[in-house]
């Protein structure tokens, strides 16, 4: 630790050659200070740039879910029949792709009875389409707005959907759903396993058998049973999830306080008189916190990834509500003729989980004590 | 060894009758049954359905009829298709399931092993980052978004595959698509695992005498090398086949292929209970099996592990 301390220590910024021993001093007194686990595992962490990558890139993300009721979105959820599938497009608005469309389809009619260009008839009907496109309003959450005037940066799905503020409000979800499901998990485990690995004996025993058990079930199977017999809400999507997915925290954590309630620390607590209870949670947890955060790095890209393996088989949050996995699975029906609906929701979440992952790695490597010294 | 294969044979039978329990008792405790979405029916009717299904008697009652007939390998009447019982349908599903499964394990550890091993001799090779970046691939990017890209790639845009379907009707080449999308997580997590034991395997000290006895390093890697590396990925075998169980159930939705897993959703979904129970017991029998025989295998390979 001292050593790379010293090491990594900036020249004298004075200029002046200070000698040998003067700097010695002066590296010693900087070594005393110490650096704590959480600034060391920072200093790391800023050198991995895969994991400050993925950090900005989530940060991102929950910027932009956190945000999206003040950004200027259509609603997620309101749909515009006459705007189906309709290609992603920066530049037009739905009517101008409407029109285009239309003269697509008297196109594709009259070259099918080998007349070229548009009859006069055609030419008349795409006026009179071309003014109501321009000109047709309808109240949209109070507000009288100009129908046609709707821009879909990303298109639209199969019932005229925004496909952007669909797909940021699923993520809204999807997010959630990784973060409160691993919330749950980790405090469930960490409780469970600091208890069990402190009491030791028949508790410890009795825990680690069950947890045993339920790691032999086929768990994914069981969240789906669940899903489908309890009915398909959010709130029973976090029940089937959390009672699974709590059973690596605890071992982890057990194994942890079980190696650190032997040290000094915990017997001086113990000594100066604080109940079990505030031992356990005062001292030994804080002290297992870094295995618990890369733990729960690594536990939201998977979360996130169950839920959407349930929303895809449609057993997870249910329409109007989305999450990207009911995008992908919507995307997968209709992915022939309009690609879009299966890729632009399957980046946005893989991305997600790229990132989501590399930060978690580099989280490891910053916070694991065992590879401290490979680095 | 032969006392402990047995004991561990034994010990997989309560771990399956708590899985049947509570499966059963949480489909039966939840509100609605199978015949409770249909068109309104009449009580006599209802109640002549119940009879018929035994579902009147009381819960214990049917529990341990259930657990019997399930002894027996009987799982009983389909509450939603008529003609058949669950047997014929598990019967029907499961082979095509297994045979995508097997496959997709059976490529991902070759190809999984391959690819980690050249990693590993050639390591920051181009052939290196190559194979690592398809693994970081297959690490992040759920199955069901690789099966339907593969699909719309290959299938949709390029022709070369067909786009869903069984072999009965496409041939074989309706195997590839389904195939690699479910050996795309295994295959990475493997290649990885190999990677990194083989590289650490190579700075051993054993590895190092056999080098300066004069042996030569293809010899090296086969007789040495291989051995100690397939460790790491053997224990990861248990894992791996449950995320391929869970993940053939996706690619069995996105390829439509008729296999366990399109009828345990489609149960699920209409609560045929006999076959949720059916298609729960045969997928967690099939992992405690796989389970076991890797722990077996596992004990073949390090000679560390006791049996006592």
Redesign the interface.
């Known amino acids: 630790m001292a050593e790379k301390i010293i090491v990594e220590q900036k020249p004298d910024s004075t200029g002046k050659l200070s000698t040998g021993l003067a700097a010695d001093v002066g590296n010693l007194r900087e070594a005393q200070k110490g650096v704590s686990l959480w600034q060391d595992a920072w200093r790391r962490l800023k050198k991995n740039k895969m994991a400050m990558l993925g950090m900005v890139v989530v940060g991102l993300y929950a910027v932009i879910s956190l945000s999206a009721p003040i950004l200027p979105l259509h609603s997620y959820k309101y749909q515009v029949l006459e705007h189906q599938f309709l290609a992603p497009s920066l530049t037009k608005n739905a009517g101008e792709l409407l029109v285009e469309q239309e003269i697509g389809r008297y196109r594709q009619q009259n070259e099918a009875f080998g007349v070229e260009g548009l009859t006069e008839q055609q030419e008349a009907d795409l006026v009179d389409f071309r003014d109501r496109m321009a000109t047709e309003t309808k109240v949209i959450d109070s507000e009288e707005v100009l129908l046609h005037e709707r821009r879909y940066l990303l298109g639209t799905d199969n019932l005229g959907r925004d496909m952007l503020s669909r797909i940021i409000y699923g993520g809204q979800v999807s997010i959630m759903i990784g973060l409160i499901g691993t919330l749950v998990s980790v405090f469930l485990g960490t409780a469970i396993g600091a208890i069990s690995g402190y009491v030791g004996g028949r508790l410890d025993n009795f825990l680690m058998r069950v947890v045993d ?1 339920l790691y ?3 768990y ?3 969240v ?7 009915g398909r809400s959010i709130a029973n999507l976090f029940f089937a999830l959390a009672i699974v997915s709590w059973l690596t925290v605890a071992r982890v954590v057990r194994g942890q306080i079980m190696s650190l309630k032997e040290s000094e620390f915990v017997e001086a607590a113990r000594s100066a008189g604080a109940s079990p209870f505030r031992v356990i949670f005062r001292h030994l947890v804080p002290n297992t916190a870094g295995v618990i955060v890369v733990y729960t790095t690594l536990r939201i ?1 998977s979360f996130i ?1 169950l839920e ?2 349930l929303s ?4 997870g949050v249910q329409a109007p509500l989305a999450s990207w ?1 009911s995008l ?2 919507d ?2 029906d209709a ?2 003729p309009y ?1 879009w609906l ?2 632009e929701p ?1 980046i946005v ?2 991305i997600f ?2 990132s989501m ?1 590399f930060l978690g790695d580099g989280l490891r490597d910053a916070l694991d004590v065992q590879s401290k010294n490979k680095m | 060894m032969t006392k402990f294969i047995i004991r561990r044979l034994l010990g997989l039978i309560p771990t399956l009758i708590i899985i049947i329990t509570i499966s059963f008792f949480v489909i039966r405790v939840a509100p609605g049954g199978p015949f409770s979405d249909e068109r309104k029916i009449s009580a006599e009717v209802l109640a002549n359905l119940e009879a018929k299904y035994h579902l009147d008697d009381p819960l214990i009652k049917q529990y341990g009829d259930y657990l019997l007939n399930v002894l027996r390998f009987d799982l009983g009447p389909s509450f939603v298709y008529k003609d058949y019982d669950v047997n014929y349908y598990i019967g029907a599903g499961l082979p095509k399931s297994m045979l995508i499964g097997a496959l997709a394990v059976g490529g991902a550890l070759i190809f999984g092993l391959g690819a980690g091993i050249i990693s590993a001799l050639r390591q920051n090779s181009v052939y290196d980052y190559a194979s690592m970046s398809v693994a970081v691939i297959g690490i992040s990017v759920p199955l069901f978004v690789i099966g339907p890209v593969l699909m719309y790639i290959f299938a949709v845009k390029l022709d070369w595959l067909p786009v869903a379907g069984w072999i009965d009707t496409l041939g074989w080449s309706a195997l590839v698509l389904p195939v690699v999308t479910l050996a795309f997580p295994p295959f990475a997590y493997v290649a990885r695992l190999s990677r990194a034991s083989v590289l650490e395997i190579l700075r051993s000290d054993y590895v190092r005498t056999a080098r300066a006895k004069g042996l030569s390093m293809p010899m090296v890697v086969l007789k040495h090398v291989l051995k100690g590396s397939m460790l790491p990925v053997v224990s990861f075998l248990g894992p791996a086949l449950a995320g391929t169980l869970t993940g053939s159930i996706v690619v069995e939705q996105i390829f439509r292929i008729p296999g366990l897993g399109r009828y345990f959703v489609n149960s699920a979904f209409n609560r045929d209970y006999t076959m949720i129970m059916g298609t729960v017991i045969v997928y967690s029998a099939i992992l405690l099996l796989m389970n076991f025989i890797v722990d077996v295998i596992y004990g073949f390979l390090d000679p560390r592990i006791s049996y006592k």
């Open positions: 058990i032999g079930l086929p994914m199977l069981l789906i049973i669940f899903m489908a017999i309890l890209p990834m959407a393996f895809f088989l449609g057993l996995g992908v699975g995307g997968v992915m022939i690609p299966l890729f399957a979440m893989t989980l790229f992952n």
